[in-house]
């Protein structure tokens, strides 16, 4: 149990546009999921946290309106990188829980989108 | 605000030799702590954590992690390694005071020689 997956797995896109990768719990309700990003041979570095339902927590230093979070439902939540620029090109991974606070859940990962930004 | 520093960057072994991945994390209140493997252009896979109870944790593929409190320490070890343990390493801490948000050290890279 607990299968977390992302789609697309790799996506090249123009410099200029916006592109939306989607990540999902396959098997168990996520009340919260998380979106991070990881450069080449280097650690996660968490962008954000989204609760179902409420406007997502940005980390110190991530525009949130560059990074557009959006967790409508306890299965799904998609990260659009809008306006992409060649420095937008990362490894995008999500994670998904169970709940957050009070009672722990650990994350459970998904595979990860290569973002491209020609 | 918590921290993880895992001490080697990269750690060449031959196989069939044992390793061991160090990880020394900083936090202020009661931690959770975790390793997660991840292969080349994969997400991670969770190897092992440690919530509470024994402080010596055993984990898949024959890697266990043990924690030490007042070292603050929590390295990873396996007694033989495989060519496909090759991969990259990274140690975790997740503290409630943190929304049980992850805490992820720099990575060691484990490269397993024939």
């Known amino acids: 149990g607990a299968v977390v997956s992302q789609h697309p797995s790799r996506v090249i896109c123009k410099s200029g546009t916006s592109v939306k990768i989607e990540c999902r719990s396959l098997?168990?309700?996520?009340?919260?999921m998380f979106w991070y990003r990881q450069f080449p041979k280097q650690s996660l570095m968490l962008m954000a946290t989204?609760?179902?339902?409420?406007?997502?927590?940005?980390e110190q230093g991530v525009e949130k309106d560059k990074f557009l979070i959006n967790h409508a439902s306890l299965t799904l939540s998609t990260l659009t990188v809008t306006s992409a620029h060649p420095e937008d090109s990362s490894f995008y991974i999500c994670?998904?829980?169970?709940?957050?606070?009070?009672?722990?859940?650990?994350?459970?990962f998904g595979p990860g989108t290569r973002l491209t930004v020609t | 605000a918590q921290s993880v520093t895992q001490l080697d960057s990269q750690v060449p072994v031959f196989e069939e030799a044992p390793v061991e991945l160090r990880c020394n994390y900083s936090s202020s209140v009661s931690v959770y702590l975790f390793w997660y493997v991840q292969y080349p252009n994969q997400g991670l896979q969770l190897l092992l954590k440690y919530l509470s109870g024994s402080t010596l944790v055993k984990g898949i593929n024959g890697f266990e992690a043990e924690f030490n409190k007042s070292q603050t320490s929590f390295h990873l070890r396996k007694p033989s390694v495989h060519i496909s343990d090759t991969a990259e390493y990274f140690c975790?801490?997740?503290?409630?005071?943190?929304?049980?948000?992850?805490?992820f050290g720099g990575g060691t890279r484990v490269l397993v020689k024939p």
């Open positions: 989204s609760n179902e339902g409420s406007k997502a927590t940005y």
């Open positions: 994670s998904a829980s169970r709940t957050s606070g009070g009672r722990f859940y650990e994350q459970y």
């Open positions: 098997d168990f309700q996520a009340t919260t």
């Open positions: 975790a801490v997740s503290d409630k005071a943190a929304g049980n948000k992850l805490t």
